[in-house]
């Protein structure tokens, strides 16, 4: 240890963190910082306390400049001279900015840095950025690093949800922390010391689906959009920023900055840079392919700040009004699928039994985490949520509690007006579980894109027009429904309503039998078609929409099954090839399954994220006009 110490005085003087090189003119550091041999120029240094005013936090920074006689001094005082160097310094803002130590490549997967670093243009990539401290067992010091990973989709998310693919992503983050800092666990086999603590996880990236259709990137490629992040691992503070490449240029089209170590949620946004957009719309006014790229490229931004992708879930916070099984059912779907459930109204139903009725379910099983109850509030895998007891919506605070959109399971309140107290509580959109005689009904698959955004009331229909309405639209657009008719057999529910208003009335006409199941059921949609089909060529057509556009909500088997075999399946239906059958080339009888509760739970919550992200994508929109 001696030995060690005496080498401190050495340590300090050769070891620098930024090193500036001779041809270059300045460099500033949170760190350390040195030049090269100075040789005939002089080096200035300065030390000072940088304000930010856009965080509200004082970061201490170092400026190291070469002096290689770049100002006039013919003329000059010893004090001009000064003045013209200071003027100099008003630089250090930008520098803090864009300067970086550690650069990740897009093609590299992950580096790691203890002083400052950032990303190449990530294009459809996102970066991981985690902040920690590593405890280093061998020397007892704890030291500042930071890993900065491209994620390129190498994780198969076919069938998880967000949370899931969260936990994938983290798994994968441990082992390359663990590789880079050359350790074994993150615990120290010695002493009950943690190796990491104090993680700091920011995701920065845009729009999975969207950034999809914006050409894959480099900073080198012309015309195209992407994502950087700059970070600096001393003052905390981080810059995200959205920026138009044209070859080796890069315009910033929205800039978001903040320090991670004092977040104030509600104060952190991103900064569209209105001039230079206005600059390049008006460079591209002319460019019929390029301009329409621009207001693409600005819907990449997200909604969150700090979780920026997938923005379609971990961003939306919800209010459940009415705890039956469909209620229930979202809920466990939320939780599962990462969105905020930010408090729940079980009108008559005790705390307790809500607690009990979320853990034990006798068809979709035990819940998968912890849940339990302290001072009147669920708590769900370490989360809080407020639970309320109300019979009038009104007095349920949604606003202050942030609930944008509210899920109305109730059974009591079906129309726009008798939803009207849930807006007048503060939320933004009411979506009613059961059809409505006048709100606008949006069934995923078939009609989502007729949402304007200036709907405040909707309704997304029931579990069995969620079934039928896929399936006879596909028929529909391909061959022509002459007329129809409908039978579902229904499992048992709390109520007996089933069918809301039939789809092409007058063309398809329906019928129910209930049994005595308590889930799955099944549609059969018998239909005289206008344009004549085999059979097969009609199971063809099925099964190239549930590989393409109706993907995860229209799913086709050719296997021998029975209703059982669809518990807990997500889609909202799954057309059994070898349970129909074709009269002749006009005369058909098809058949589809759905699991009446979960299937169309998830389908309520796809319905929230469109609408969501229309919403989000239309304020924009308007922010920029």
């Known amino acids: 240890m001696m030995q060690m110490c005496e080498g401190i005085g050495e340590m300090l003087i050769t070891s620098v963190d930024v090193d500036v090189d001779m041809l270059e003119e300045s460099k500033v550091s949170a760190t350390m ?55 100099y310094l008003s630089s250090i803002g930008e520098m803090l900015i864009t300067s970086v130590d550690v650069d990740v490549d897009m093609l590299a997967e992950s580096k790691v840095s203890a002083t400052t670093i950032g990303t190449t243009a990530l294009a459809t990539c996102i970066g991981f950025l985690l902040d920690c401290n590593y405890y280093d067992p061998d020397f007892r010091v704890t030291t500042n690093v930071c890993l900065l990973v491209h994620y390129s989709y190498w994780i198969n998310e076919a069938k998880l949800s967000s949370s899931q693919i969260l936990k994938e992503f983290l798994e994968y983050l441990s082992s390359e922390l663990k590789g880079y800092l050359n350790i074994q666990s993150f615990y120290s086999n010695l002493e009950a010391h943690p190796r990491i603590s104090n993680c700091h996880l920011v995701i920065a990236g845009g729009d999975v689906e969207k950034s999809l259709r914006i050409p894959k990137t480099s900073s080198e490629d012309n015309n195209s959009t992407a994502v950087y992040l700059r970070y600096c691992c001393s003052s905390k503070n981080i810059v995200i920023g959205l920026s138009w490449y044209d070859g080796g240029y890069a315009v910033d089209l929205a800039l978001l900055q903040m320090n991670i170590y004092a977040i104030k949620r509600r104060e952190i946004k991103w900064h569209l840079q209105t001039k230079a957009i206005k600059k390049l719309k008006e460079c591209l006014k002319n460019e019929q392919t390029l301009f329409p790229r621009i207001e693409e490229s600005l819907l990449l931004i997200p909604q969150d700040v700090f979780i920026t992708c997938p923005c379609d879930s971990l961003n939306i916070k919800i209010g459940i009004n009415g705890f039956g099984r469909i209620g229930q059912l979202v809920f466990r ?109 949006f069934v995923m698959g078939v009609n989502e894109d007729k949402y304007t955004g200036k709907e405040t009331v909707i309704s997304s229909a029931t579990c069995t027009t969620n079934c039928l309405a896929p399936l006879a639209k596909i028929i529909h657009e391909k061959f022509g429904i002459i007329e129809a008719l409908m039978t579902t057999v229904h499992s048992y529910t709390p109520k007996q309503n089933i069918i809301d208003e039939p789809l092409n009335k007058g063309k398809l006409n329906s019928m129910a039998f209930r049994v005595p199941t308590p889930n799955v059921s099944v549609v059969d949609l018998t239909a005289r078609l206008n344009k004549g089909a085999k059979y097969e060529e009609i199971c063809a057509a099925i099964k190239e929409a549930a590989n393409g556009p109706l993907k995860n909500i229209l799913a086709y088997t050719e296997d021998e099954v029975v209703s059982t075999d669809f518990i807990d399946d997500t889609h909202s239906l799954i057309f059994d090839a070898k349970a129909g059958i ?44």
């Open 33 to 87: 910082i040195g030049t090269t041999a100075l040789a005939a120029c002089i080096g200035f240094l300065l030390d000072c306390n940088y304000y930010d005013p856009d965080f509200g936090v004082t970061t201490n920074v170092y400026l190291l400049v070469y002096y290689s006689s770049w100002i006039n001094e013919a003329k000059l005082s010893s004090s001009q001279i000064l003045k013209e160097f200071l003027q």
């Open 582 to 625: 074709s009269h002749n080339d006009n005369f058909v009888k098809l058949v589809a399954w759905y699991d009446n509760e979960y299937g169309y739970s998830h389908r309520v919550l796809d319905l929230i994220k469109y609408i969501a992200k229309k919403d989000y994508e239309d304020k924009l929109k308007q922010s920029l006009e």
């Open 333 to 441: 779907c939320a939780i599962e699928e990462g969105i905020q459930v930010v408090a729940v109204n079980g009108r008559f139903i005790p705390i307790d039994s809500i607690v009990y009725m979320l853990k034990y379910d006798s068809i979709h099983g035990k819940f998968k985490g912890t849940i339990s109850h302290k001072n009147g509030k669920l708590i769900v895998n370490g989360q809080k949520i407020n639970v309320f007891a109300e019979e009038e919506p009104s007095k349920i605070p949604w606003g202050r509690l942030d609930a944008e959109y509210i899920f109305e399971a109730s059974g009591v309140c079906t129309t726009i007006d008798e939803c009207q107290s849930h807006l007048q509580a503060g939320s933004k959109k009411v979506i009613i579980a059961a059809p409505s005689t006048d709100a606008p009904m």
